[in-house]
Structure formats: structure tokens, C-alpha cells
């Protein structure tokens, strides 16, 4: 393939990954179809398939493509989450994991919750739902660990993983910005203040004493 082919396809991939995902969040996964997102891409439905075979194919490039910000590549190689590992403090690191937590929803939180709520009905998206929900838990047993090396934490490193995984779920984002109208801003100050007492908490309290 030439360069200017292989550019064209790349180009292509690209429209019909963010035409996914705005048919996606538009129509939720039952009701889209993949001539919606053909048409909304401006390519021909067999183009669609060639691509990506599968209607769940092109929800898991999407989902990947929102939660790297289109970086590609898997989410612990991004480098605004190797930033939070390498904070010189534990309470930056925690303000790091709200920072990136509430870029990371505001690009692909919708997304997730369609991808959430297919999970019930329909197999093969159940396991997609899984495997990101491994992945979640993976990362915050990583940055447990490195917590671990410039504080005490209130808790083991395992309880702290799991505090991590349960505080930063896309779900209270959703909950939080669509239901409540909570401006991401303030969702971040308030995950940030939550991690740091949840997970620091006991040194917090005593150096208040």
C-alpha cells in the first residue's frame, strides 16, 4: 500500500472510530446501527464492515480511542497516568488520579455508561465491560503500590486498590454530571478530597492533632 493509500485509510478509520462514538451515545448500543454510523462517518456501509467486521468492534475502538484522548495504546501507557505514578507526593498523586479520572469521563463517560448498560443484554459486551473493568483494577493496584512508597496509608494496599477503583468508577462520574449537574470541575476537587481523606486519612488526622 502507498503512503497516500495508507494515510487515506487511516483517515477513514479515524471518521468511522468518532462517528461510533457519537452514534453510540446518541442511540445506545441496541438502538444503533451500523449504517447510522456509516452515514454519519460519510462512508459506505461495506466500508464499515471491512473495517471492523462488527457492530462490537467499532464500541471497543471507540471506547479505547475516547479513554486515550485518540492517543491509542493501552490506558497504563499514557502519559498523563505515568505523571500521577512519578508525583514526588501521595496526596499529589491522589489529586493527579481525580485530574486524570475527570478528563478521562468528560471524554469517554457517556460512552462507558452505553457500554455498561449493553453489558446486561448482550454478551459479547459483557466481556468487553470486563476486560476495562480489569484494567480499572490493574491500574489502581499500581498506583496503590506507588502510594504505598511516599506515605503511610490508612489502610493495607489492597483495601487502598480497591478504594481507588471504587471512588474513581465512570458511573459516579455519570451520576454526578448528568444526573446532579456537577460541573467536572467540581467533580474533581471532590473526588481529590475524598481519595486524599479515604486513602491518607490517618496521617491527615495526625497532623490535625
Do not use: C
Not at 14 to 22: D, F, G, H, K, N
Not at 138 to 149: D, E, F, N, P, V
Amino acid at each position: 500500500m502507498s503512503p497516500l493509500r495508507r494515510d487515506q485509510a487511516s483517515l477513514t478509520r479515524r471518521r468511522i472510530v468518532e462517528a461510533s462514538q457519537a452514534v453510540f451515545e446518541r442511540q445506545g448500543y441496541e438502538r444503533a446501527r451500523v449504517e447510522d454510523i456509516a452515514a454519519e462517518a460519510g462512508v459506505a456501509v461495506p466500508t464499515v464492515y471491512k473495517t471492523f467486521a462488527n457492530k462490537r468492534n467499532l464500541l471497543s475502538h471507540a471506547l479505547r480511542a475516547a479513554m486515550t484522548g485518540g492517543e491509542g495504546g493501552a490506558v497504563d501507557r499514557q502519559a498523563w497516568f505515568l505523571e500521577q505514578l512519578e508525583a514526588p507526593g501521595a496526596e499529589e498523586q491522589l489529586r493527579l488520579i481525580a485530574r486524570n479520572a475527570r478528563r478521562l469521563y468528560e471524554r469517554a463517560g457517556q460512552l462507558l455508561e452505553v457500554a455498561r448498560t449493553a453489558a446486561h443484554s448482550h454478551e459479547e459486551i459483557h466481556a468487553l465491560w470486563s476486560e476495562i473493568n480489569d484494567e480499572r483494577i490493574a491500574r489502581s493496584r499500581t498506583s496503590a503500590k506507588r502510594l504505598a512508597t511516599k506515605a503511610e496509608l490508612r489502610t493495607t494496599i489492597a483495601d487502598a486498590a480497591h478504594t481507588l477503583w471504587a471512588l474513581t468508577a465512570p458511573e459516579l462520574y455519570v451520576l454526578q454530571a448528568r444526573d446532579a449537574g456537577t460541573k467536572p470541575a467540581r467533580y474533581e476537587r471532590w473526588l481529590g478530597d475524598v481519595l486524599v481523606a479515604a486513602v491518607l486519612g490517618a496521617e491527615t488526622d495526625r497532623r490535625a492533632a
